[in-house]
């Protein structure tokens, strides 16, 4: 995947994370709760509650009813639940912000360490709604794309971090012309 399809302006972003959800419903109560528990070493799996399991089993049969017959976009809807839903999917969110940060001017920070805060406070309200181990496929696939975000936040860093190294020993070594030593 190149770099390119990794990155989106910051006012598309801030929507997209801000005001998108995964199923259209005038009732915002009934959402797919989208991040899990972090508690992932001690359980395996975490409750959920009745509600939101329920509400979001009839947005799903609403959105494919609703649908003009598509059924890729259905299984499409289903297949984002599924992500959104699984335990691993808060820490491949953060993995993803991580890269969008690296690079990023302060303002452009400031607004995706704001985005991962209210999901960090999402995260304490909902229950994930799926366990370790429900479908390997997905899991190994979670794991498998968190550590290549997490490989391409290193590989993204490392030019900036060698840049901000030579500029400071630049600095230094003016001060150091400057003062005559």
Same mark, same amino acid.
């Given at each position: 995947m190149s770099p390119e399809n990794l990155m989106i302006p910051v006012d598309q972003y801030y929507q997209y994370h801000h005001y998108h959800s995964m199923f #259209?419903?005038?009732?915002?109560?009934? *959402?797919? #709760?989208?991040?899990? $528990?972090?508690? *992932?070493?001690?359980?395996?799996? $975490?409750?959920?509650? *009745?509600?939101?399991? $329920?509400?979001?089993?009839?947005?799903?049969?609403?959105?494919?009813?609703?649908?003009?017959?598509?059924?890729?976009?259905?299984?499409?809807?289903?297949?984002?639940?599924?992500?959104a839903s699984h335990p691993s999917y808060p820490k491949l969110l953060d993995a993803y912000i991580d890269c969008q940060k690296v690079g990023a001017p302060p303002e452009m920070v400031y607004l995706l360490d704001e985005i991962r805060r209210e999901k960090d406070l999402s995260r304490q309200d909902h229950s994930v709604s799926m366990c370790l181990g429900v479908d390997p496929e997905l899991d190994h696939f979670m794991e498998t794309y968190c550590a290549i975000l997490v490989k391409y936040k290193l590989d993204l860093s490392r030019p900036f971090d060698e840049a901000t190294s030579f500029l400071n020993n630049i600095e230094a070594q003016l001060l150091d012309l400057r003062n005559g030593t």
């Open positions: #259209p419903s005038g009732d915002h109560r009934h *959402l797919i #709760p989208a991040f899990g $528990s972090e508690d *992932l070493g001690s359980s395996r799996c $975490s409750g959920v509650s *009745l509600d939101h399991q $329920s509400a979001a089993s009839v947005n799903v049969q609403n959105q494919q009813r609703e649908g003009d017959g598509d059924d890729q976009e259905g299984s499409t809807v289903m297949i984002k639940a599924k992500i």
